[in-house]
Structure formats: structure tokens, C-alpha cells
């Protein structure tokens, strides 16, 4: 079982990239996926998430309207468009996967409810 997470860089401010999870097949249906980011003496952040069907979708505040989370069934892979990047949003980027019933119980915000993690990508925005 396994995820991880690429697409990573250094972006101006204002540009955008994209995150990919490559996923394993035994979690692919079973499991809402999420993203979430850490930045150096702070805690995990919740980015958004998607449910196993990708018809359920949340973010947290500070993203709406810029992130865009996505999955494809045909690669198993989990996306995340991050567009109108900011300084705050510099961090280390990880895909991360939660069982259904926890999803679909409002605990996609929350760490430790998340089964398998990716190793993290590095997301910098800096002029």
C-alpha cells in the first residue's frame, strides 16, 4: 500500500502548479483522499479533500476558489491544481488517505483519522 506525491517547486507569486499521488489500487475505492501541508514548528494543515466516488469535495477556507482537488480513476492518481499561488502557501505538500466511513463522518479534516501517507512535496512561492 502505498501513495505518493510529486510535482512539487519553486513558483512565483501568482503562478500556479500541480500536485500528483500516485495511489494503490487496494485504496483506491475504499478511500476518500486528502491533502494536507506543514510548515516547519506547526501542526499539519487540512487542504481539501475528495471522496472515493470524487463526487464529494472540501477545502479549507484559505484555498476556495484557488485549489482545485481531482482523481482519476483510469491512472489512480490524485491531483491537486493549485492556482494564484501566495507566500502562505509555502509548505510541504502530503497526500494522505482516510476509510470511507471516517470520511463520510466529517473526520477528513483530522490527521490522525488518515490511514497511509505520502512521503510530502515541497511547494515554495517565492518571488
Known amino acids: 500500500v502505498q501513495l505518493q506525491a510529486s510535482g512539487g517547486g519553486l513558483v512565483q507569486p501568482g503562478g500556479s502548479l500541480r500536485l500528483s499521488c500516485a495511489v494503490s489500487?487496494?485504496?483506491?475505492?475504499?478511500?476518500?483522499l486528502g491533502w494536507f501541508r506543514q510548515v516547519p514548528g506547526k501542526e499539519r494543515e487540512f487542504v481539501a479533500a475528495?471522496?472515493?466516488?470524487?463526487?464529494?469535495?472540501y477545502y479549507t477556507d484559505s484555498v476556495k476558489g484557488r485549489f482545485t482537488i481531482s482523481r482519476d480513476n483510469a491512472k489512480n492518481t490524485l491531483y491537486l491544481q493549485m492556482d494564484s499561488l501566495k507566500p502562505e502557501d509555502t509548505a510541504v505538500y502530503h497526500c494522505?488517505?482516510?476509510?470511507?466511513?471516517?470520511?463520510?463522518?466529517?473526520?477528513?479534516?483530522?490527521?490522525?483519522?488518515?490511514?497511509?501517507w505520502g512521503q510530502g512535496t515541497q511547494v515554495t512561492v517565492s518571488s
Open positions: 475528495i471522496s472515493w466516488s470524487g463526487g464529494n469535495k
Open positions: 494522505a488517505a482516510v476509510k470511507s466511513d471516517e470520511y463520510y463522518r466529517g473526520k477528513y479534516k483530522t490527521p490522525r483519522f488518515y490511514d497511509y
Open positions: 489500487p487496494q485504496l483506491w475505492y475504499d478511500y476518500g
